[in-house]
């Protein structure tokens, strides 16, 4: 079955550093999700990519969706200690006749004041 | 409204008991999803209810048992749990099932099964 892998599984930086966070997957995607999930709360959506070497930015934070649509990579720059919470990246792949989302472990992010 | 409602916040119950989890949105998704999630663990499909149809049951043990009375509205009733069912359980709903669609996360029942 479809496999997405995130790493790293946790980070920690220092306020004002930057932070990147990378999906793979196993087979290739039809789109990528990221979600933001903070400390006691629930998931939240930030972005979906569709389109082969797709980049999207909200302000400080740039996503990016590889050519072969199997990789993702989410970039924070100079991190606030509001960044602090789990990112995980979900992909779909219509192919394998599934329209779920399948979920990465998450990177777990702490920034240190 | 762009929120997903769900209650309770916090529900413990014996292993005997039968409960139920409730789940509400308002914002015409006509796909509604329940997640189970450990500590430290992505979110884990359950089910998909599609147009008020169950679609996608992924192999949840019958002690689990999904309704959807309405467009609106998504239960889970729950009965002879075991205390490895303890977890957050989480409703999200979307506008389409399908490529794409976004899910907006309700904030979830933690669940404590004794």
């Known amino acids: 079955g479809q496999q997405v892998m995130q790493i790293p599984q946790y980070q920690h930086v220092q306020e004002g550093e930057d932070f990147t966070t990378y999906c793979n997957s196993s087979?290739?995607?039809?789109?990528i999700q990221w979600y933001k999930q903070r400390p006691g709360g629930h998931p939240v959506f930030l972005i979906q990519?569709?389109?082969?070497?797709e980049v999207k930015k909200q302000k400080r934070l740039t996503f990016q969706f590889g050519e072969a649509k199997k990789n993702s990579s989410l970039h924070i720059t100079a991190t606030q200690t509001t960044d602090v919470g789990t990112y995980f990246c979900?992909?779909?792949?219509?192919?394998?006749?599934?329209?779920?989302?399948?979920f990465g472990k998450g990177t777990k992010l702490s920034v240190i004041p | 409204d762009t929120e997903v409602t769900q209650t309770p916040k916090h529900l413990v119950m014996g292993m005997t008991n039968k409960k139920s989890l409730k789940c509400e949105q308002h914002?015409?998704?006509?796909?509604m999803y329940w997640y189970k999630q450990k500590a430290k663990k992505p979110p884990e499909l359950m089910f998909v209810y599609s147009y008020e149809k169950l679609s996608i049951n992924e192999s949840v043990p019958s002690r689990f048992s999904p309704e959807c009375p309405n467009s609106s509205l998504l239960n889970l009733h729950l009965h002879a749990l075991q205390p490895e069912d303890s977890a957050l359980y989480l409703c999200?709903?979307?506008?389409?099932?399908?490529?794409?669609?976004?899910?907006?996360f309700g904030p979830g029942t933690r669940l404590t099964v004794t």
């Open positions: 990519l569709v389109k082969s070497g």
């Open positions: 087979t290739t995607l039809s789109n």
């Open positions: 979900a992909g779909t792949d219509l192919g394998a006749g599934s329209y779920q989302l399948t």
């Open positions: 914002m015409g998704h006509r796909a």
């Open positions: 999200a709903s979307s506008q389409v099932p399908g490529q794409g669609a976004e899910q907006y």
